[in-house]
Structures are given as C-alpha cells and as structure tokens.
C-alpha cells in the first residue's frame, strides 16, 4: 500500500495499473493471443508476474503506478486537503 493512503482501490498495487505494463497481441498463439509483458529494463520484454484479477495486487516489486492512477491519486490527495481546509 502506498504511505498515507487509505486502503482503497486507489492505493492497491494492481498489476494493471503498473507503469512498465505493455498490453499487446501477438496472432501466432491463437488460443491466447494476449501478451501483458513487462518494460522496465530489469525484466524488459519478459512477462508481466501479474496477478490480472481484479482484488488481487501483485507483489512486484518493480511495481510503479501508470500516469492514469497517478492522476486520480493526486485527485484523491487534492479532494481530500481541501476537505481538511473546509472542515
């Protein structure tokens, strides 16, 4: 969990919401033509550990979170100094 953070979806270490995570396709594996692979330069190209279910956080520890999550954090943070302030 990340420091002063409640524990929320937010602040969940989810693989899919990890910085390194590319998401691609690759059609000479028709059964499973999904690759979630790994670009931080550590593990570079190799699979991501995962897990990719929905209520379980990975134990990465290369784990950062995406632009995506780094903004709702921030949005959370700002929401939640300004109910401070207010209050």
């Not at 002063?4 to 995570?21: H, K, N």
């Not at 059609?27 to 279910?53: Q, V």
């Amino acid at each position: 969990m990340m420091a002063g953070m409640p524990d929320s979806p937010s602040s969940q270490r989810m693989a899919v919401e990890c910085r390194w995570l590319k998401r691609t396709l690759d059609t000479s594996t028709p059964d499973d033509p999904f690759l979630m692979l790994c670009t931080h330069i550590i593990r570079d190209g190799k699979d991501c550990i995962g897990p990719f279910l929905e209520n379980l956080e990975t134990d990465c520890q290369l784990w950062e979170p995406n632009d995506r999550l780094a903004a709702r954090i921030a949005d959370l943070d700002e929401a939640s100094r300004s109910a401070n302030a207010a209050g």
